[in-house]
C-alpha cells in the first residue's frame, strides 16, 4: 500500500502547515510510515491532479491510503477528480483503485470529520489525529456513500451529456445553497463560522420556487419519512409499490440532503438520524422546510416570508440543539414547538434519490451546493441527485 500526504495550507485558520511539521510528520515518521508523496496544495484543483498523476505514475499501486489535512472541499475536490478522470498509460487497463483517508481535520466546518467523531472534552490535538491513529493501529474503516447530482439541460439545448457532480458530505438547493454561494464572498474578511451566519441573515427571508420529485430507495421500495411520534421512519403516504415516488410542490425555505454525516459543523446536527437511525442502504437523508405547511398560511407576501423567517431561524437553532429540530411542530396558531401535535415544521425524509425542477423566473432557486461547491441549473433544466455506494474493491474509504 502507497501512503500520499496531502495538506491545504489554505484552508480553516491556515494552521495546517504548523500542525502537519509538528504532528502528523513526527507521528508518520515514529510509526516508521513513509509516503511515496507529500503534496502540500497551491491552487484550487491540485489535490485531485496530484493523486492522478501519481496513481498514473505508479499503475501497479491497487491500494492508496491518502493522510489528508483539509477541509471538506479538498475531499470533495479529490473525489470528483477521479471519480471522472480517463487514466492514461498503464493505469488505463486496470481496475479503479481503492482510495483510503486518514482525515486530519483542517477546514473551517469539517463536517465528515465531527460526524465520524462527535468532538468530546479531550485534548484538542489529540482530537484531530484519531483517523489517522486508527490507519496506524490498522482500525476500522467506513465505506463512503457518495451522492451523484446530474445537472440536466433543457430539452432546446445542443448540450446532451448532464455536468455531473459528487458529494461525499452535503447536496442543497434553497437557503443552505444560498448561504454557501453569499459565504464564499464573505470568505475573505470573515474566515471563520460567523460568516455563514451572517450569510444566512442575508437569506433568511427568502422563499423559492420549485418542484421537486422523491425517489424510493433501492430495497425498500418506498420514499421513508421520519415521525416523530414513534421516533422511526414510516412509509410517506404517498409512497407505495405501486407508486412509490413523491411528488413535492414548493415554494420551499430549506431544502438540503446529506451522506455520510449527521452534521454540517461540529454542534449543528442537521441530519441527526443519520447516526440515531443508521441507513441499512445507500441514501439519502433530506430536509425540508415548505411555508405553505404553517396552518396560518394564506398568502405569499413580503410581511409573511419575513414572518416565516422567525419559524426557518427557530429549525436552525434547534439543529444546534442535538438536531432538535426535527422534533417541531406547528400549533393552531402556527406557533412552533417540539411539545406541540400539529404539522411537523420539517420534513425528514430517507429516500434513494429526488429531482428538483427551479422555476425559470426564480433564479435563486437554480443554486446548487454540492460540498461547497455552487453550480447553476439551467433554465428549464433540472438536476437528479442519487446515492450510490461502490463496491468493496473500489471507492473510497475513512479510517474511524
Known sequence: MAVVVIYNPACGDRTADAFFADHVFPLLEANNIQPALTVRTERDGHAGQAIVDFLETYAGESLVHVVLGSGDGTLHEIINA??????????????????????????????????????KKEDKIAYRLQSLHSFIARGPIQSLTLS??????????????????????????????????????????????????????????????SYAKLLPLSKEGTVQIYDPQSNQFVTHDDSDEDTPFVDVYGPF?????????????PEFRITPLT??????????????????????????????????????????????????????????????????????????????GWEWMPDDTDEKAHLLCCDGTIFNVQKEGRVVCLAARASANAGFTVHV
Request: hydrophobic share 35%; net charge neutral.
Open 82 to 119: 477521479l471519480s471522472f478522470v480517463t487514466f492514461k498509460g498503464d493505469r488505463a487497463n486496470t481496475s479503479p483503485p481503492s482510495i483510503g483517508f486518514s482525515l486530519v481535520p483542517c477546514g473551517t466546518a469539517n463536517a465528515l470529520y465531527a460526524s465520524l467523531f462527535p468532538a
Open 148 to 209: 451523484f447530482s446530474s445537472l440536466s439541460s433543457p430539452p432546446s439545448s445542443k448540450q446532451r451529456r448532464p455536468k455531473v457532480a459528487v458529494s461525499a458530505v452535503v447536496t442543497s438547493t434553497s437557503l443552505h445553497a444560498s448561504i454557501l454561494d453569499d459565504s464564499e464572498k464573505l470568505r475573505e474578511s470573515i474566515p471563520g463560522l460567523e460568516r455563514f451566519k451572517v450569510a444566512a441573515a442575508q437569506n433568511m427571508s427568502r422563499w423559492y420556487h
Open 253 to 265: 425555505a430549506y431544502f438540503l440532503s446529506t451522506v455520510n454525516v449527521d452534521r454540517l459543523e
Open 275 to 352: 447516526s440515531q437511525i443508521p441507513p441499512q442502504e445507500p441514501s439519502l437523508d433530506v430536509i425540508m422546510v415548505r411555508p405553505e405547511r404553517d396552518p396560518t398560511f394564506t398568502v405569499d407576501s413580503e410581511e409573511t416570508r419575513v414572518a416565516f423567517a422567525k419559524k426557518t431561524m427557530a429549525v436552525l437553532m434547534e439543529a444546534y440543539k442535538d438536531g432538535n429540530h426535527v422534533n417541531l411542530r406547528y400549533n393552531s396558531s402556527g406557533e412552533v414547538s417540539s411539545t406541540y401535535d400539529g404539522p411537523t415544521v420539517v420534513e425528514y425524509v430517507r429516500c434513494g
